[in-house]
């Protein structure tokens, strides 16, 4: 078996700096074959002896009390066996985030939000269920709602939570406010930063709400037994976490519940929480039966992960020169019906591209009547450098700079100061944005007639906890196991390092992911931490076996181990008496040598690098449809080493587009009495084939000193500076900066015709 | 509840299921014929997850009644390979990492065998216009596209 | 022994903007600002700053993490991503 190249994909590196024999290649993924040929199985795939069918009845409104629920009539229902609502659910402490996950599951008191659940029936077959749900009396009495920010934050607003005091002002209000926390970053003096300024650009943005568009819904199958065991099939970002939560929201302990990961079929973030597990394992106790639940499409947009909505006001002062002398930013971002940290994070991000002496950087987190939000690749950091990146497009218009020698005249390097206080350690900023300005794209001239836009884009990236298991066979080959779903690939970055270290063919290894019965704890796939968190685990069982491994040669040829080197696969004796011994001999051996060998490794990844991305587009502009046509489009990301360049490629692809299609179209669109209206595919229009062209990538690698390969997670950053970008872009062609995102036909056409007159 | 009795051909087979009238035919293939990859990514005919051909045409089989497949020869992801060998499109998928979760490759590979038995030379644009009834999420089609094309070229000039 | 940063909030209960502490490890780091400034707890608390950079790192559960002589600290909120 050999690896194989990619079809070209122009402007691509990744090619593993430093000689290494697997890690920078391309073989085919391991669970691909599954795939390719319909039988990899999903959630929703599963099917069980005697399994019921669950369905969940949601609320119609947005803001309401729950009077009374009868399930009589339900519960009288033909194939109908069990029926829940939150009263059979432990009471939820009155705040926090524990809180907000249960009454997340399911709601208490009120309803929070249109299609906020509210009960469940589990019935033989799927119609039986739903037209049970929907026999269930819910008396509501509603209540007034608030859906967009400038409503929430308004004096006399309706308040949500009425134990809901704003956190970060001092001092603490007594009052509750829709308001949950504000947020300061502040450094040097802003008032002196705009005094050094030649220019001052101030500009107010907004964004929409939109959804992480995971083509499968949200599915599980839960069988609990008559000793209160419970096995959960789930689609997920994390199994453990789907085990820790459904533990919390039912207030079990965490040894009754095994979760199994089945495939995933996307989350970018959005599958980071749970929302069906604890109802189906608490129908199937009540029923003592396997019990399914599938969300519709239409739950999943009324009722999982939106990312917030956001209004962020900018205001920024530069030299003559280009430099940046100061900003200063007020972000207020939706959290859904419970608080969160969104406008935390957009704050931290805002200006992380710049270095300045003077920032005042101040965020709100509020709350309203739409579902909590869910992480949506590098949470908060496209609408903070939407904002941003605008207004230093706009400046460098000003000043007749080029937008990237601009950029690189500000650009932070390690060891300045972030602007949420710690400093840099090695970062890619500055080789990406060489890498746009010497790109094929950047270096040919625009077409007639269209508009080009750069902009940068940062993300944290997170490490957490992970585990790994790699068991070396008798015949000489070894299995990777890990707590990591697979969403795009990770099984194939993770067999390539084990096969690096090792010295093994890739095809060698098989890389499994394992229930939480097989594998150590391991936080969910968040942060773009896969590769790099749990790929550190792998790299450290296979390091430990490796010490295994020379250590049986030296029994084997009865010598010192420290006179045995691992090299490309087999155990060499140093002072060269010994015919080399392959990893398959030794493990061929292994129960004369001392017994199998196999070792594990969990650990807390430290040292996540810090991701960013640039990127430039062209577009063409319909002055009579105001239609943004993308004509051609490159990004640049900093992945530290690409592990598996195709993947790399296909996250950065994948990054930009969610990015153009929140750019360009996408929207929650709610009417004024709190209903979701676009709840379909049709209506909330994510970006299709045609409506794009290919994607180019440049894989810039700068290693992650912290990582044993110099991985950087790679899954987030990409998403952020399409906003920016295509905002930049189409002012670029049209002349007219339209600050309100999307960037759809009528609002385009709106600004162009307001422009004209 | 009444059932209906439905005899097809699924993927060359000759097979019959009972299904309750209503009742989708992605549902029965799922259900009854234990055909999983046709995909739910929405039921509405917007995503073509569910995508089938049936009598030579690309079909999203969310919308259409179980019942209405008696008589018909439908062909579904799993009945593109051989027993010993992959169709072009799959080989093609897996070597231009054309997949990420996957959830949307097995419509993707029925959409694009639909355009190449038609078509067996496309541009891109045609591909990209024959492939606009599939949502993919992961991969921004890039590599859709370029796994396509390449297959084509291998479909016509076979090794 | 290391230095602790604080932010313009923090700044409010500490007076200062940064100090240089003596201590093995996170734990013990706390313990002592807490005794400096009385008020700074309920703050970080408050603000849910439980978790804590060091070098640049945001670390999670940091209360048993060892400092060095040059250790640069900031009390910050948990990150989450996607
Ligand atoms: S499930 Fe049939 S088109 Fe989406
Ligand atoms: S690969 Fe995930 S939706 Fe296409």
Partial sequence: MSTTEAPASTGTNGNGASGYRWVGTRPVRHDGLDKVAGKARYAADLNLPGMLHGHILRSPHPHARIVSIDTTKAAAMPGVKAVITGADFPEAPPKGATRNLMCTVIARDKVLYSGHAVAAVAASTRREAKAAAEAIEVTYEQLPHVLNIADAMADGAPVIHDNLLTRG???????????????????????????????????????????QGYIEPHACVVDCDQEGKAVIWASSQGHFMVRSSTATVLGWDTSRIKVIPAEIGGGFGGKTTIYIEPVAALLSTKAGRPVKIVMSREDVFRATGPAPGSIIKMKVGARNDGTITTAKAWLAYENGAFQGIAAMLGCMCVVSAYTLDHLYVEGFDVVLNRPVNVAYRAPSAPAAAFAMDSVVDEIAARLGMDPIDLRLHNCPSQGDPTPYGPKWPMIGLRDCLEAIRDSDHYQTALPDGQGRGVATGFWFNIGEASSATVNLNENGTATVITGSPDIGGSRASMALMAAEELGLDVHLIQPVVGDTEVVGFTDVTEGSRATFATGMAVVEACRDLKTQLRKRAAKTWDCDVEEVEWVDGSAVHGPGEQEPLTLAAITGNAKRTGGPLGATASLNARGAGPAFSVQVADVSVDSETGRVTVERYTTAQDAGTAIHPSYVEGQMQGGVVQGIGWALNEEYIYSDDGNLENPGFLDYRIPVASDLPMIETVIVEVPNPSHPYGVRGVGEVGIVP???????????????????????????????????? | MSRTHVTCEVNGDAVDFLTEDGESLLNALRDELGLIGAKEGCGTGDCGACSIIMNGRLQCSCLIFAPEAGGAAITTCEGLASADELHPLQQCFLEGAALQCGICTPGFLIAAKALLDENPDPTETEVRYALAGNLCRCTGYDKIVRSVLEAAVQIRTPA | MAVVHFSTDQRQHTGVTEVVIDAANVRALVRQLSELYPSLNAHLVETSSTAVAIDGEIIPDPMLEELTATSEVHLVRPLAGG
Avoid at chain 1, 731 to 736: H, I, K, N, Q, R
């Fill in chain 1, 169 to 211: 002002v001092d001092p603490r209000p007594t009052e509750p406010s829709n308001v949950a926390a504000r947020t300061v970053y502040e450094r040097g003096d802003v008032e002196q930063g705009f005094g050094e300024a030649d220019i001052v650009i101030e500009r107010e943005f907004s964004t929409q709400a939109v959804h």
């Fill in chain 1, 722 to 757: 399409p906003l920016p970008v295509l905002a930049n872009a189409v002012a670029d062609a049209t002349g007219v900066r339209i600050s309100d995102l999307p960037l759809s036909p009528p609002r385009v056409l709106d600004a162009l015709t307001a422009a004209e007159s």
